[in-house]
């Protein structure tokens, strides 16, 4: 049993240190800068990997006001990798 939390204290501690989690950690960041309160209460960053950013709406009018976002979105997510 303790070998198996050893494990995934291991794990989460190797992802904690990869690239990709600390782009995410900076789209986070700007996208509480930059996204406004009424769609950061309805739309939240769950992910960042292989280059997909992950986001979870309310509801799916959130999901539509989005997609009208995307370009947006995926402008920045680019200029957060590392060059």
């Given amino acids: 049993m303790f070998k198996k939390i050893k494990k995934?204290?291991?794990?989460?501690?190797q992802e904690i240190n990869t690239e990709e989690y600390k782009i995410y950690l900076k789209?986070?960041?700007?996208?509480?800068?930059?996204?406004?309160k009424q769609t950061q209460k309805n739309a939240k960053i769950i992910d960042y990997k292989n280059e997909v950013l992950t986001i979870k709406t309310k509801n799916p009018t959130w999901k539509n006001e989005i997609v009208f976002m995307e370009e947006s979105i995926k402008k920045n997510s680019q200029q957060q990798k590392p060059r």
């Fill in 27 to 36: 789209l986070v960041e700007k996208w509480e800068k930059k996204i406004n």
């Fill in 8 to 13: 995934t204290t291991q794990t989460i501690q």
